[in-house]
């Protein structure tokens, strides 16, 4: 079955610098990778997708950007704010199989004012 | 985006008892899915629950265990059974929005002493 991958487990960047969070996945099917964003006490918010016919996609601040050919995908946050301090969870799934998710193991992003 | 609601929001279990827990989804949906959160951990898969069938379980998990009803188009239970120390966790329902995104709910927050 699929496994994903995500590194830093943890990650501080001063406020207004970038951070960047990387996911691998092991199953070349895979064709689905969304973004989630946990605030403490609250459940998981959709933060931005990607699906495997797109390289890059782009949202105000957040961008993912997706290489199928080496399996990984990245969430990037530019001119980060301390609101965006939270866990973030990669995840990844083949839509053709009912679109379950897997879930990398989280970054805790910390942005320091 | 769908806008999930779970009750109850945290409880507090003897060992041996049962929890149900309720799900409601403010729009029709046509898949819904259950995952369990221990604590500091990423999120793991239970089931899909689909409308008009019988739920599908993950590997690990099992219907005696975390029986599941879907009653209709907004509308699940989790219930966690013979509840052990093992079992606290947070429990998260999903649901299925066109295209692919998946919403979560905030969470049910469940201690089993």
């Known amino acids: 079955g699929e496994n994903v991958e995500q590194h830093p487990s943890t990650l501080s960047v001063q406020e207004g610098d970038s951070a960047v969070i990387k996911c691998t996945y092991s199953?070349?099917?895979?064709?689905?990778f969304p973004w989630y964003k946990q605030e403490l006490g609250k459940g998981p918010q959709l933060i931005i997708d990607?699906?495997?016919?797109?390289g890059e996609k782009k949202d105000q601040r957040i961008a993912v950007t997706l290489n199928k050919t080496a399996k990984h995908f990245s969430l990037h946050i530019t001119e980060t704010q301390p609101e965006d301090s939270a866990v973030y969870f990669c995840?990844?799934?083949?839509?053709?199989?009912?679109?379950?998710?897997?879930f990398g193991a989280g970054t805790i992003l910390r942005v320091k004012s | 985006s769908a806008v999930i609601s779970q009750k109850p929001s945290r409880d507090i279990c003897q060992r041996g008892t049962s929890l149900t827990i309720q799900c409601q989804v403010d729009?029709?949906?046509?898949?819904m899915f259950w995952y369990r959160q221990q604590p500091g951990q990423s999120l793991t898969l239970i089931a899909t629950?689909?409308?008009?069938?019988?739920?599908?379980?993950e590997s690990g998990f099992v219907i005696d265990k975390f029986p599941i009803s879907r009653p209709n188009l907004t509308f699940s239970t989790l219930t966690v059974s013979n509840m052990s120390p093992e079992d606290s966790s947070i429990y998260l329902c999903?649901?299925?929005?066109?295209?692919?995104?998946?919403?979560f709910g905030p969470g049910t927050r469940l201690t089993v002493t």
């Open positions: 729009s029709q949906v046509t898949m």
């Open positions: 995840a990844a799934s083949t839509i053709q199989y009912g679109n379950k998710l897997v």
């Open positions: 199953d070349s099917a895979s064709n689905y």
């Open positions: 999903s649901a299925e929005q066109p295209p692919y995104e998946q919403y």
């Open positions: 629950a689909n409308q008009g069938s019988e739920a599908t379980y």
């Open positions: 990607i699906r495997s016919n797109v």
